[in-house]
């Protein structure tokens, strides 16, 4: 099993201000025969669902904001919230669709300052 | 729109069994691998299993958690997919969620909450 790793577990960051998290998988998520990362980020708030917010390691999903934004490959991939809005609180999950089971990162908690 | 319903959860006794379905609309149900993810109070998500579309054979897998236990079908007439439950655990209580999809996942349900508990 793809084991997938975030970091930091929790994230307090200003309004406007950079927020990065981090995800690790214990093992490359890259198909090399596409050459693309099977690498997929989400965004739950309390009581909802998850929201796609990138997939591919870095395609945006339709009408996410471009503040936010995926990058990476390999092994390692970030998620990058530029400027911090008050909307942004959440959990934040990596996932791993590279190979059966689908694995998700442990969950990133991001709080306003 | 697409539209994903799921239903069936409740408060079961542990060893006991529940069936889950999950109601599609707004998209060609039977193209689509039907997948399940369950989430545990306060906990992270957890992929329980997929089912492909009949032109890829309607092949199941399972997360080693469940494997056994939990049986994943599809009528792709009613746009429907199920996922039944036997022997439950109190480690199974969860909302339970459907999506389109084997990949990444951009339609969510409400999920059904699943409570197994003596």
């Known amino acids: 099993d793809i084991v997938m790793t975030q970091s930091p577990d929790s994230l307090t960051v200003s309004l406007g201000e950079r927020a990065t998290i981090n995800c690790k998988s214990s093992q490359s998520v890259l198909h090399s025969s596409y050459n693309k990362n099977y690498l997929a980020w989400y965004q739950q708030k309390p009581g909802q669902p998850p929201k796609l917010l990138t997939y591919?390691?870095?395609t945006r999903e339709s009408g996410v904001p471009d503040r936010i934004s995926g990058s990476g490959s390999g092994t390692d991939f970030t998620l990058t919230i530029s400027s911090l809005q008050a909307e942004d609180v959440a959990v934040y999950y990596c996932?791993?669709?590279?190979?059966?089971?689908?694995?998700f990162g442990q969950g990133t908690r991001l709080e306003i300052k | 729109e697409v539209q994903l319903v799921e239903s069936g959860g409740g408060l079961v006794k542990p060893g006991r069994s529940l069936r889950l379905s999950c109601t599609g609309s707004g998209f060609t149900f039977g193209d689509y691998v039907m997948s399940w993810f369950r989430q545990a109070p306060g906990k992270g998500l957890e992929w329980v299993g997929f089912i492909r579309s009949k032109a890829y054979g309607g092949t199941i897998e399972y997360a080693a958690s469940v494997k056994g236990r939990f049986t994943i079908s599809r009528d792709d007439s009613k746009s429907i997919a199920y996922l039944q439950m036997n022997s439950l655990k109190t480690e199974d209580t969860a909302v339970y969620y459907c999506?389109?999809?084997?990949?990444?996942?951009?339609?969510w349900g409400q999920g059904t909450l699943v409570t197994v508990s003596s």
């Open positions: 591919w390691a870095s």
């Open positions: 999506t389109p999809g084997a990949y990444f996942f951009e339609y």
């Open positions: 996932q791993q669709y590279y190979s059966t089971p689908l694995t």
